[in-house]
């Protein structure tokens, strides 16, 4: 059900469902155990980071 609902809101969004995903599995690590939630809310479908890497174009993703 969260993957579910974080697909639908990314799409609501606008975004790009494959390139969230992969930008949310990307960033999810380096916040370690326990992030804050100012650090989460970086993440969310609707802000400006999201936007800048999963709205078209391609998004590189790094592997650890």
């Excluded at 992969?22 to 969310?44: H, I, M, N, S, Y």
Aim: proline share 5%.
């Amino acid at each position: 059900a969260t993957v579910y609902s974080i697909v639908q809101t990314a799409s609501l969004c606008g975004l790009d469902v494959f390139k969230y995903l992969c930008f949310l599995l990307e960033r999810l690590p380096v916040l370690g155990k326990g992030p804050l939630q100012k650090d989460l809310d970086t993440l969310a479908p609707w802000g400006a980071l999201a936007h800048k890497g999963c709205v078209g174009g391609y998004l590189t993703v790094t592997v650890l």
